[in-house]
């Protein structure tokens, strides 16, 4: 390469092969999923936790998604569309964020030790994210797999069912920690990878932005704790009627009327 | 009333190892010293060799937090070893090379060799339009808050710390690391270098530049000149991936 | 026998070094940097407070010019500099900033309108022109009449070094990292290259060169409390005066900086005193005007220094544990000043002495800052009696400086020198009657002789303790040939530092381990320091009188009618115990300013006989107005021009002054 060149001006950089387009494509599509996915993992959890305010709230929630109140009837078949599209984008996330894994073993004998030594939260938190992301990719994929076939199964009934007579409520308690540490980290961590939020004191802003994340976890956890635990409860005490799906209060028949 | 307390007796365990004696291996090795007022690292080290071990292996220059030569992990962390004083430590200190770069010995290593790589490879000079300077005129103007905008990350030491504390540069040797990222910054804000976006996604435009930094922000936690790294490295990841994107 | 070969080899990646091998790689020739450190690790980034340029651009700077920065640097030298060096120097400054901002340096830069100053401890609002807006900005330095200091904030050297060496790693300059030149290779009057030890394998080899440049830096390290980096042990000064052959000027002239931080000795630099600092003593007085009613704080840094410890010896110290010391007072500046201007004296406030700049006052006592002597060259930069040497910034004695340097003037002359030299140094390689002829046999004796050095010590045993030795040398540096010094005091040093020598003949290594020995290489270079401090304490011996830096109580006035001259100093035999000292007369008939009254510190001297003569006839030709223009008559006063490289010649534009 033309030496003067490369000191002056032109950067002699004219002759040389380009650089691929597809790293920051890839950069920021990891992002863009991840940005999609926790936000969808935030109003999941507040549609699952209409539990807490009545059967009745969650009931006309999954109605909702399954286009009732608009068509006047419900099609589950919209709920495994959007499942579909949300489990394409976790694998499409995993397979960008996996670049970033420790490739082999000296790879991650040098990260846990750095880790360990410098003491240091963001760090710690990113693998916090390493070993949440690695167990999600198989407990979303099992989740949404389930609901993707069996949409129908929504429900006050049919979920906590499958809570507790199914034995999927394990699960459920795993993963909502996974997905809530993964999904809160990823929020924080794509503000301060992008910037957003900076202000004019970047130190402080991340500070608060640090506090926010944290309490929105805990937050997160305490309502998904209760929600599980508000399913659990029901699917115990519809044991016996496991498969019975949820009439709504105001078009159950009257009281004097028999079941059946 | 100030209160007079017996000075503490400080617990050095250093790691030491010098590659060049066959058989020899890396141990962490203990030294007893007794803290004095205002001690530093560079004053225990160098009274640990005086005193004690003529053979101990780290690098000073400045000794003023200025020149990044003392660059150790401390306790753990990487940090100036100059412009650190005992009485913010325990009693019991650990200190090791920098890990990344190339070991010298104990606690010296090959940071200029890296930063020479680096600067290679980032062509961290100014860009000009053309080789010839009039001497003879007034410079050209500059305003004088882009100037300090400039120095603001002109004031980089190389120190290696960012890297050090990087978990990117731990794991992929080929990472440039914040020190780097920093760099084209710099030269990017600087309107007397003539290079566009265009030539800078050239050189970090990839998962061993700006792409590979996955901000952990262990750089600028560590960062001994509190050089704005999380900012800089964000915007230049926004400007590299609209280049990307771009067409 | 393993020998590189390049056409110029640059012994230190200072400032100096760096422009220096810039040159002449632009011109066509290989250049090699030897340095012990990373190149911009180099002491020139402690550099904080700016360099000297006329440029003239803030309005405390208009009227600024050449022929200021050349008066104030030659009464700071108290008349020790060469008058021509000191033209070449200012006339070059104006241009190594220019050059400097186009290659990326963060300059400072001058905001137009009102802006808040601190002048003699007063709140002064100054208007910067329009006109100057965005360009570089100057700040005041203690000897100088006009605001002529350009900054990078407070780390102006570090901004100049990381832009030089990344202009030096543009121009593909290999610098050779953890390289320690033991030797330099000549054969009495011709220098080949220098004899090389690997400080990281333990690897001793040869580099030969067509021409070999020290650029070294200080030997501050000969001093207990200084504050130069630890690889200012002044090994370059040593191996040239080893030679035997090429001499050192004016060692004995050594600069304390008034304000060291106390007790760490680290540089808080002048610009604290030059944007409104006041010096104040345990009482909370502020003393300095009492002694110097015209300059203050901002006298030259010799006349401050010895006011400094005059007001301490009267009882007038705070009292610490550590002795006494005095106290810099930077409060008054503001918040927004310090943290913008003064950010690195923040840092070391805080990390060093755990106070706050902005609220707090900070203490400092003087300390060995700066080594005027240095390896004795031409104008070009070249030795004049070993061909091939050549010398530039710190560890040259060009002589621009004399007894005293000017705060500010040292960085501005690291690249100048470096400009300068550089083109000299590449007009010697294409001369074709340099080529280096390498006698195989020459090279191969002085390797070996290193080498044989270096076995003695390692392979002595229960030899003396260098660090101990070393130490002993520098409690005798800063105890008898500090500030003031005086006869029997000098005297004892002396003596002591021969019989150190002595011992340094004698001292052995515990360890004999591979690779970087620290033991090893304290144990060889101590040997050098001691025949350097010795050429220092002798030469102070010497010399009768007080001259700048160099104050005798015992002889406390200047006299240039015995002491005109420059110390050159040699060492002619490896068994000798003294330098030889020669002298080289300064010509009062020949010099544009004749000696007189600096302007600050002692108003008594003894004139020189040939004084008055020519300072008749300088005011007859100004007087006569003949010569016309400032220029003009400069010219007629005493021609510079021709010393020039023909490249760095010409006048230098500025805002009052277009070309």
């Known amino acids: ?260 | 009333m100030a209160e007079v307390k017996a000075a503490r007796t400080l617990t050095f365990k250093i790691l030491r190892y010098n590659p060049r004696v066959p058989g020899d291996k890396p141990r962490l090795q203990s030294y007893q010293l007794e803290e004095a007022d205002g001690m530093t690292l560079f004053i225990a080290l160098n009274e640990i060799r005086d005193k004690q071990d003529a053979s101990l292996a780290f690098d000073f220059v400045c000794r003023a937090g200025i020149c990044g030569s003392c660059a150790m992990t401390i306790d753990g962390r990487p940090g100036l070893a100059c412009r650190t004083l005992t009485k913010n430590l325990g009693a019991e200190i650990t200190l090791a090379p920098l890990p990344v770069f190339e070991l010298i010995a104990d606690l010296s290593v090959d940071t200029g060799k890296w930063m020479r790589g680096m600067s290679e490879r980032l062509q961290t000079w100014v860009h000009m339009k053309q080789e010839e300077i009039d001497l003879k005129r007034i410079e050209d103007r500059m305003d004088p808050d882009l100037a300090e905008e400039i120095f603001e990350l002109d004031r980089c030491i190389e120190c290696g710390c960012c890297v050090a504390g990087c978990g990117t540069a731990r794991m992929r040797e080929d990472f440039v690391g914040a020190v780097g990222l920093n760099k084209v910054a710099r030269f990017r804000l600087d309107p007397r270098d003539k290079r566009t976006d265009d030539d800078y996604y050239e050189l970090v435009g990839d998962d061993a530049g700006v792409f590979g930094c996955m901000s952990l922000l262990g750089c600028h936690d560590v960062c001994p000149k509190q050089l704005p790294l999380q900012t800089q490295i964000a915007f230049l990841r926004r400007k590299m991936v609209l280049q990307g994107t771009k067409g | 026998m393993k020998v590189i070969y390049t056409d110029v080899l640059v012994i230190g990646g200072g400032l100096a070094g760096l422009r220096l091998a810039i040159g002449a790689k632009r011109r066509g020739h290989d250049a090699i940097i030897l340095s012990l450190v990373p190149a911009k690790r180099s002491h020139s980034k402690a550099a904080q407070g700016g360099m000297q340029a006329s440029l003239a651009n803030v309005t405390k700077g208009q009227g600024d010019n050449e022929d200021v920065h050349f008066e104030d640097t030659v009464r700071g030298s108290d008349w020790g500099a060469d008058q021509e060096v000191v033209r070449m120097f200012v006339n070059t400054s104006p241009k190594a900033v220019r050059e400097l901002a186009a290659w990326g340096v963060p300059w400072s830069r001058v905001r137009k309108g009102d802006r808040q100053v601190v002048i003699n401890g007063q709140k002064v609002t100054i208007t910067e022109r329009d006109e100057a807006h965005g360009t570089v900005a100057q700040r005041d330095f203690g000897g100088t009449k006009k605001w002529r200091t350009c900054y990078v904030a407070d780390a102006t050297g570090h901004a100049m070094l990381t832009a030089v060496a990344d202009r030096a790693i543009a121009e593909s300059i290999p610098v050779h990292e953890r390289m320690e030149a033991l030797a330099l290779i000549h054969d009495g009057g011709r220098c080949l290259g220098a004899v090389v030890r690997n400080l990281v394998t333990g690897e001793v080899l040869a580099y030969v060169a067509k021409a070999t440049a020290i650029a070294t830096g200080g030997a501050g390290r000969l001093y207990r409390n200084t504050t130069n980096a630890v690889i200012c042990e002044g090994i370059g000064h040593a191996i040239a005066m080893e030679t035997g052959v090429a001499a050192l000027g004016n060692m004995e002239a050594v600069q304390f900086h008034p304000t060291a931080i106390f007790p760490a000795g680290i540089l808080v630099t002048e610009g604290c005193r030059g944007d409104g600092g006041l010096l104040k003593d345990a009482s909370g007085h502020r003393f300095m005007p009492d002694y110097e009613p015209e300059k203050k704080e901002l006298a030259s840094r010799d006349v401050v220094s010895r006011r400094m410890e005059e007001h301490i010896k009267k009882g007038n110290g705070a009292k610490s544990r550590f002795g006494e010391h005095l106290w810099l007072d930077i409060t008054l500046l503001g918040e927004h000043h310090i943290h913008h201007n003064l950010r690195e004296v923040w840092d070391i406030c805080h990390y060093f002495l755990g106070v706050d700049p902005v609220k707090d006052l900070i203490a400092v006592r003087p300390a060995q800052h700066y080594t005027m002597g240095g390896v004795r060259t031409k104008p070009t930069g070249e030795s004049p009696t070993l061909k091939g040497l050549f010398a530039a910034g710190e560890a040259a004695c060009w002589d621009m400086h004399g007894f005293n340097r000017l705060g500010g003037n040292s960085v501005a002359e690291t690249v100048v020198a470096g400009m300068i030299v550089g083109e000299f140094i590449a007009d010697f390689c294409d001369k074709s009657e340099n080529a280096a002829t390498v006698p195989v046999g020459l090279v191969q004796e002085f390797v070996e002789r290193e080498k044989a050095k270096l076995d003695e010590i390692v392979n002595r045993r229960n030899g003396e303790d260098p660090s101990a030795i070393k130490l002993e040398m520098q409690d005798l540096m800063t105890a008898n040939v500090g500030i003031f010094r005086t006869g029997p005091e000098l005297q004892a040093a002396v003596d002591g530092l021969q019989k150190l020598l002595a011992r340094a003949r004698n001292v052995g290594v515990r360890s004999s381990a591979p690779g970087p020995n620290p033991e090893l290489v304290t144990a060889y270079r101590v040997q050098k320091m001691i025949r350097l401090a010795l050429t220092i304490a002798y030469g102070a011996l010497t010399r009768t009188e007080s001259r700048g830096a160099h104050f005798r109580s015992d002889y406390p006035r200047r006299n240039d009618a015995e002491w005109l001259k420059r110390t050159l100093a040699t060492w002619k035999g490896d068994s000798d115990t003294l330098p030889t000292l020669n002298y080289e007369p300064l010509d009062p008939r020949r010099m544009e300013l004749p000696p007189g009254w600096r302007g600050y510190g002692a108003k008594d001297y003894i004139d020189h006989p040939d004084t008055p003569a020519r300072a008749a006839e300088i005011e007859k030709i100004k007087a006569s107005g003949a010569a016309g223009d400032r220029i003009a008559l400069q010219r007629a006063l005493m021609p510079y021009d021709h010393l020039l490289p023909p490249v760095l010649r010409g006048r230098n534009e500025r805002i009052d002054e277009p070309l």
């Open chain 1, 1 to 260: 390469m033309n030496s003067t060149q490369n000191v002056i001006a032109g950067v002699g950089l004219a002759d040389r092969p380009l650089k691929s387009r597809w790293p920051a494509r890839m950069d920021f599509a990891q992002s863009a999923s991840g940005l999609v996915l926790g936000l969808f993992m935030w109003g999941h959890m507040f549609f699952v936790s209409t539990i807490l305010i009545s059967k009745d709230a969650m009931w006309s929630v999954t109605k909702f998604f399954e286009g009732y109140f608009v068509l006047g009837v419900s099609y589950p078949g919209v709920v495994s569309i959007v499942v579909a599209g949300v489990l394409g984008l976790v694998m499409f996330h995993a397979f960008l964020a996996m670049r970033k894994f420790p490739a082999n073993y000296r790879q991650y004998r040098t990260f846990i030790g750095h880790r360990r030594f410098m003491a240091h939260e963001d760090t710690t938190l990113w693998w916090v994210q390493v070993v949440t992301g690695f167990l999600l990719f198989f407990m979303a994929a099992v989740h949404l797999y389930q609901m993707m076939m069996h949409p129908g199964d929504i429900g006050p009934y049919g979920s906590a069912d499958r809570v507790w007579s199914g034995r999927w409520w394990p699960l459920y308690l795993v993963m909502l920690f996974a997905v809530e540490l993964h999904g809160g980290v990823g929020l924080y961590r794509l503000c301060v990878k992008w910037g957003w939020l900076e202000g004019k004191d970047a130190n402080a802003s991340r500070r608060k932005l640090k506090a926010a994340k944290w309490v929105l976890t805990v937050f997160f956890l305490v309502l998904g704790l209760a929600t599980l635990g508000a399913y659990m409860k029901i699917g115990y005490e519809h044991r016996a009627q496991v498969g019975e799906k949820y009439t709504p209060a105001w078009a159950v028949p009257a009281p004097k009327e028999k079941a059946q």
